[in-house]
T-cell receptor, first 116, second 113 residues
Framework: DAGVIQSPRHEVTEMGQEVTLRCKPI?????LFWYRQTMMRGLELLIY????????DSGMPEDRFSAKMPNASFSTLKIQPSEPRDSAVYFC??????????????FGSGTQLSVL | AQSVTQPDIHITVSEGASLELRCNYS??????LFWYVQSPGQGLQLLLK??????LVQGIKGFEAEFKRSQSSFNLRKPSVHWSDAAEYFC???????????FGTGTRLKVLA
């Protein structure tokens, strides 16, 4: 299996521009998570989906952030307009619900976002 | 509020020495507990987890962790560290089994040859 695939690996943009981050979860996984990692705040859960449906988006910082999962194999996280404080590493992770004993998150390699 | 504390931001050990990384959580009941490792430029990888039963759990790469309810701790240990263990280690809690993980701020491990 190719694992969780994120694109792009690096994104540099200017303040005010729209940014779209992409994620392909592991085939067959039914949970998908978006995390943000910064030095100041560590790893924060932004939103997660179950069977393509958003379950909890309470971690999304503000209306400039939106996430979609149009099908089981693709999700996007969009920031519009972007601001310098959005600079961070954004991780996508997926999981297969097979009971708590088997719970495990598989992380992608992340997207390093720099907003100038 | 629920929280996870990793009191050591950086730890340096010599190769072959033993290792213990500390993790404390704040939660009323026994949560689901995890340790993840992150190598530079990579995503996180699960080392081990605790749900119930034996309080000493074994993980990959020779790591183990012990859950101590009285101390609200879940410390990670390895008897002999290898240079390839240099990475950042994160303790995480799933307080209510809802997949809303709370991660600690991480401990960066440096291994001296």
């Amino acid at each position: 299996d190719a694992g969780v695939i994120q694109s792009p690996r690096h994104e540099v943009t200017e303040m005010g521009q729209e940014v779209t981050l992409r994620c392909k979860p592991i085939s067959g996984h039914d949970y998908l998570f978006w995390y943000r990692q910064t030095m100041m705040r560590g790893l924060e859960l932004l939103i997660y989906f179950n069977n393509n449906v958003p379950i909890d988006d309470s971690g999304m910082p503000e209306d400039r952030f939106s996430a979609k999962m149009p099908n089981a194999s693709f999700s996007t996280l969009k920031i519009q307009p972007s601001e310098p404080r959005d600079s961070a590493v954004y991780f996508c992770a997926s999981s297969l619900a097979r009971g708590k004993a088997n719970e495990k998150l598989f992380f992608g390699s992340g997207t390093q976002l720099s907003v100038l | 509020a629920q929280s996870v504390t990793q009191p050591d931001i950086h730890i340096t050990v010599s190769e072959g020495a033993s290792l213990e990384l500390r993790c404390n959580y704040s939660y009323g009941a026994t949560p689901y507990l995890f340790w993840y490792v992150q190598s530079p430029g990579q995503g996180l990888q699960l080392l081990l987890k605790y749900f119930s039963g034996d309080t000493l759990v074994q993980g990959i790469k020779g790591f183990e962790a012990e859950f101590k309810r009285s101390q609200s701790s879940f410390n990670l240990r390895k008897p002999s560290v290898h240079w390839s263990d240099a990475a950042e280690y994160f303790c995480a809690v799933d307080p209510s089994g809802t997949y809303k993980y709370i991660f600690g701020t991480g401990t960066r491990l440096k291994v001296l040859a």
